[in-house]
Nanobody, 124 residues
Framework: QVQLVESGGGLVQAGDSLRLSCAAS????????TAWFRQAPGKDREFVAA????????YNSDSVEGRFTISRENAKNTVYLQMNSLKPEDTAVYYC?????????????????WGQGSQVTVSS
C-alpha cells in the first residue's frame, strides 16, 4: 500500500514562490504516474500537473503552465511541485496522487493513492 505525505504549503503573498513535496512510502515513485490536483472552496478538484512513470510531463496549460514545475527525485522517493509567481486564484488545498498507469489521467478517476492535502493561501 502506497502512502503519500505532503508538505510545504503555507501563506504567501502574490508573486511569491512555494515548493510542495510529496514523499512516498510502500512503493517506488519512479514506476508510478504521479499528479498534483488542487481544490478551492466550493469547487471541484482540478488537475494541475502530472509526471508519467517514464518522466513525460503534462500541465494544466490554462492555469499553471509556465509558472509551476513538477519534478521527481527517485533517490528520495519524492515528487515536487515548484510554484512560482503565485496568484490569489492559486489558493486551494493541493493534493498529490499516484497510480500504476500507462498514461496520464487528467481526472481523479484512476488515481488510487492520495496524500492528505496541503493548504496553499496566496494573499493579494
Amino acid at each position: 500500500q502506497v502512502q503519500l505525505v505532503e508538505s510545504g504549503g503555507g501563506l504567501v503573498q502574490a508573486g511569491d514562490s512555494l515548493r510542495l513535496s510529496c514523499a512516498a512510502s510502500g512503493g517506488t515513485i519512479g514506476v508510478l504516474t504521479t499528479a498534483w490536483f488542487r481544490q478551492a472552496p466550493g469547487k471541484d478538484r482540478e488537475f494541475v500537473a502530472a509526471m508519467r512513470w517514464d518522466g513525460v510531463i503534462t500541465y494544466n496549460s490554462d492555469s499553471v503552465e509556465g509558472r509551476f514545475t513538477i519534478s521527481r527525485e527517485n533517490a528520495k522517493n519524492t515528487v515536487y511541485l515548484q510554484m512560482n509567481s503565485l496568484k490569489p486564484e492559486d489558493t486551494a488545498v493541493y493534493y498529490c496522487a499516484a497510480a500504476v498507469l500507462a498514461g496520464v489521467d487528467l481526472t481523479t478517476t484512476q488515481y488510487r493513492y492520495w496524500g492528505q492535502g496541503s493548504q496553499v493561501t496566496v494573499s493579494s
